[in-house]
């Protein structure tokens, strides 16, 4: 890890992703003094079983628990992209929306979904892809989005993915001090771990971390793929 702060955009598909993925990363990089970002690609309203719930009102409750689970983290601000959770399409519109939140927030890495993790679901999928093509090339050159000059956004160079969920990580973050706050953020999420009793969701993060940490020599640790130009 390095110590200087940096700044990182983290592109999930659904509220919550980034929490389950790699909330202990996320936590650790704002103690250590990173400025770092969510974006959140559809509005999570589909994720349900209560037979009385409806899309809008899921959307807004989701909406308003990532915010809660952001600021347990230390996350600066989040952007709510809106799309519509199970039908997140590869689009040219939705790939500019991420070219211009990089623009906009200057990030030195980006974290995103393992776009080729095979059995994923496919919102996980398509806002990998979507955030990996975003990185490089759109938003690297002025030629791309070039609408975004005249809001003042320049072209912006990423060095560095995390691909968070990968079936092959090569890169670890020592998340040992960072469980509780992983766990205190997943909480607040209420709406989709609410039903499990939080004894049992505790013990489940922390063996996964255990798991994880097991492979690079960490108590508890999350993994990613790691892509670097720098
Ligand atoms: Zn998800």
């Known amino acids: 890890m390095t110590s200087e702060p940096r700044r990182a955009l983290v592109i999930t598909a659904h509220p919550d992703d980034a929490e389950f993925l790699c909330g202990g990363t996320i936590a650790r990089w704002c ?3 990173w400025d770092v970002f969510y974006v959140v690609a559809t509005s999570g309203d589909k994720g349900s079983h209560d037979p009385d719930m409806t899309p809008e009102r899921l959307a807004s409750v989701r909406q308003e628990e990532q915010c809660r689970a952001a600021e347990v983290l230390g996350v600066r601000e ?6 519509p959770d199970g039908f997140l399409q590869d689009t040219p519109e ?6 211009r939140e990089i623009r906009r927030f200057k ?4 974290v995103a979904w393992d776009p080729y993790r095979p059995f994923n679901h496919r919102d996980h ?3 990998g892809q979507a955030a990996f093509d975003a990185v490089y090339p759109l938003s690297r050159s002025h030629l791309y989005y070039s609408e975004h000059l005249t809001e003042g956004l320049e072209p912006h160079r990423v060095n560095e993915v995390l691909f968070a969920g990968s079936e092959q990580p090569d890169y670890y973050v ?7 706050k992983k766990i205190e953020a997943l909480l607040c ?3 989709q771990v609410g039903r499990a009793p939080v004894k049992e969701l505790r013990k489940r993060v922390r063996q996964r971390a255990a798991e994880v940490g097991k492979q ?7 993994g990613f793929r790691r892509l670097n130009w720098g």
């Open 31 to 33: 103690a250590e003094g």
């Open 78 to 83: 989040c952007v709510f992209l809106g799309y």
């Open 94 to 99: 939705f790939r500019g929306r991420l070219v």
């Open 107 to 110: 990030p030195d890495l980006v």
């Open 125 to 127: 999928r398509v806002a």
């Open 174 to 180: 020592d998340i040992s001090r960072f469980i509780n």
């Open 189 to 191: 999420h209420q709406s």
């Open 216 to 222: 690079a020599g960490y108590k508890l640790a999350e």
